[in-house]
């Protein structure tokens, strides 16, 4: 693991880069800072460790405010804009092939936001939303997505409503993949491998 400091638009951002040899990169954006979201919570790093064993490279990092990261909390914007900076960086820097996104909650946000920034400079072959928090951020200023997408949510979710994102997915165009795990609450407590195999069997045909 490579330990990074990238420079954002209000300071310097604690990244984290893990290089397995490939010309791939996924990109991954954590929960909300202000609920002790880190690119270190345990979502974040298990969907890292199932890219990387399917031979993509993985970039964490942390928000303005955030551990090492620099700056206080952007409101949201603030924080889309520390995911572009460091999608940038990684574009200039690490030259990928194809630059993969995902987020985690808040993150999921971000992650959908950075892609809609993101317009040239960049084949973005997928973007995975995991819990994606559509009652609380402005997805509508996301969507449609326009790179192949997939939703993945847990089905006793105690703080995403699921109902909301089931409802959310039905109507998007173009349509998005809506993976659902029976037994996952929000933070995939016990089911983190069912997780990694769910992740395995959704990108192996894109690898």
Partial sequence: MESLMIEGPVGQLEAAYHDVGSDDVLLICHPHPLYQGTMNNKVVTYTGKTYMDLGVNVMRFNYRGVGKSEGEYGEVSGEV???????????EHKQPKRLFLAGFSFGAYIAA?????????????????????????????????????????????????FASVEEWVEGLYPPVQFITLR?????????????????????????
């Fill in 113 to 161: 936001a950075i892609v809609q920034e993101l317009q040239s400079g960049v084949t973005i072959p997928h973007l995975l939303l995991i819990a994606p928090s559509v009652d609380n951020f402005p997805f509508d200023t996301v969507t449609p997505f326009t790179v192949p997408s997939s939703v993945i949510m847990g089905e006793q979710d105690e703080v995403v409503s």
């Fill in 183 to 207: 037994e996952a609450t929000h933070f995939f407590h016990g089911q983190l491998v069912t997780l990694r195999d769910e992740l395995k069997e959704l990108l192996d045909p894109i690898l």
């Fill in 81 to 91: 804009q520390d995911g572009v900076a460091v999608a940038r960086w990684l574009i």
